[in-house]
Structures are given as structure tokens and as C-alpha cells.
């Protein structure tokens, strides 16, 4: 990973481990998709769609990742200097995917969802996930609008998914992947919408738009969710404002 301040740099700020490696080349790679959407497919039908006659290589693709010597990590760009990563969190034995956000004037990032055995999220509605797929803004680990929706795609959980996301999930599935029915499978995944499941999202006074979900970072019900002052600069960044 270079050590670009405004890319990928070589540590994030209160974030533990590493050392880190900027891999853009497995978002070329099949099976990089099929073990990175995996929990996505909560139900069987999905897994089949996901996984086809592949399901061996990709988790054979997935351990490698998750056992290397370095953390695969991923960035996407957002307005006003804010940055999604997308961490593969390689610990022997705590082995995960973490969903961060962070700004550089922040002392420290903060931790939006965990892709584990014990999922915390989701950290995205789909207009937030839409935007951070779209905005087009250069320095990330790709400009690509499809390959960023399913970078994210894992953090996503919303209700209130528009008729049309399936298509562009699907768009998204047949130009980054090999699965043979992208569209069956993209239905299918928006359906179960993974661990974390159709969460509600609403504006909240003070701390912007939050969360109803169980295991949510960003619902201020839960013990452990953001203080308000941080649920309201997450909610700002990932709305385009100034967050900082």
C-alpha cells in the first residue's frame, strides 16, 4: 500500500493492525466476488446462485486472503475529503471484514459495520450506498460505480431498496463477476439483504439519519451505538456534507 495521506494510507487512525496492502487487482477476480458477497447470501437459494460450481475455489480464495501476512484494503472516495475502506481484517483468529469511515481531520476512524461470525451493521442505507458507488471522484482502489456497489454492498441493509436496485445490482454482478443468472441472483441478495437484514432508516434531530437495526452502530437505541456528535458527522460525510 502506498502512503499517500489522500489515497491509501498506511495506517488508519485508531484502527488496529495491519500491515496493509492495496490489492485492486482482485476486484478483476471472480472469486474475490464470490467470497467478499458471501454472507450477502443469507438464504440457500442465494448461496446457489452466488456460489454455482464454484463454491471450493472461492473459499479456497477467501481463506488466502484472510491468512495472509498482510490486510487486503480497499478505499472509496467521498465529498469533502472523507473515505470508505473496506479492511480484510487478516487476524489467525479473528478474521473479518470491517467497513470504516474516516476524515483527516478525525483523531480517529470510525468502525460502520464487521462482516464476521458476529455481524455488526448495517452501516449504509441505499441512497448512502448509491451515492458512494456514483460520486465519481478519483483516488480510490477503482472509479468503477459497479464494482464499488458490491465493495459496499455487505454493509447494506435497508427496506426501503427502490424497484430499480435489483437492476443495477444485477449490472453490477454481470460486468464484475461470472455468475450465471446475475439477475436472479441480484433479487435474491436484495431480498435477504444478508446478517444484517432490512433495517429502517429515518432523520433523527441532531444526530442525522440513523438506523433501526438490532446490531447497528448507527441506531442510538443500541448500547453500544456512536455517541450522537459521531452518528451525526457519519450521517453528514455519507450524505455529502461537510462531516468533518
Request: net charge negative; charged share 20%.
Amino acid at each position: 500500500m502506498t502512503n499517500s495521506a489522500t489515497t491509501h494510507p498506511s495506517r488508519i487512525p485508531g484502527y488496529d493492525g495491519g500491515p496493509f496492502a492495496h490489492r485492486p487487482e482482485l476486484l478483476d477476480e471472480n472469486l474475490f466476488w464470490l467470497g467478499h458477497l458471501y454472507s450477502c447470501a443469507a438464504e440457500a437459494e442465494a448461496e446457489e446462485l452466488l456460489l454455482g460450481a464454484d463454491e471450493e475455489a472461492a473459499a479456497g480464495f477467501q481463506r488466502g486472503l484472510m491468512e495472509g501476512a498482510q490486510w487486503p484494503v480497499f478505499t472509496v472516495p467521498l465529498h469533502h475529503d472523507h473515505r470508505l475502506y473496506v479492511v480484510y481484517r487478516a487476524f489467525p483468529d479473528d478474521p473479518g471484514v470491517d467497513y470504516l469511515l474516516h476524515h483527516p481531520d478525525w483523531d480517529r476512524a470510525e468502525l460502520l459495520a464487521r462482516d464476521e461470525g458476529h455481524f455488526v451493521g448495517p452501516a449504509l442505507s441505499w441512497p448512502e450506498l448509491c451515492a458512494a458507488a456514483d460520486n465519481g471522484l478519483p483516488g480510490g482502489s477503482t472509479s468503477d460505480p459497479g464494482a464499488r456497489l458490491l465493495l459496499l454492498l455487505p454493509a447494506l441493509g435497508d427496506e426501503a431498496v427502490p424497484d430499480e436496485a435489483a437492476g443495477r445490482v444485477a449490472d453490477a454482478l454481470g460486468a464484475c463477476t461470472a455468475v450465471e443468472a446475475p439477475e436472479a441472483l441480484a433479487a435474491a441478495l436484495l431480498d435477504a439483504q444478508g446478517p444484517a437484514g432490512a433495517a429502517r432508516w429515518s432523520a433523527a434531530e441532531g444526530v442525522g439519519r440513523v438506523s433501526d437495526g438490532p446490531y447497528s452502530y448507527r441506531n442510538p437505541a443500541n448500547h453500544f451505538a456512536l455517541p450522537p456528535d459521531r452518528l451525526a458527522r457519519v450521517s453528514a460525510a455519507l450524505d455529502g456534507g461537510s462531516g468533518a
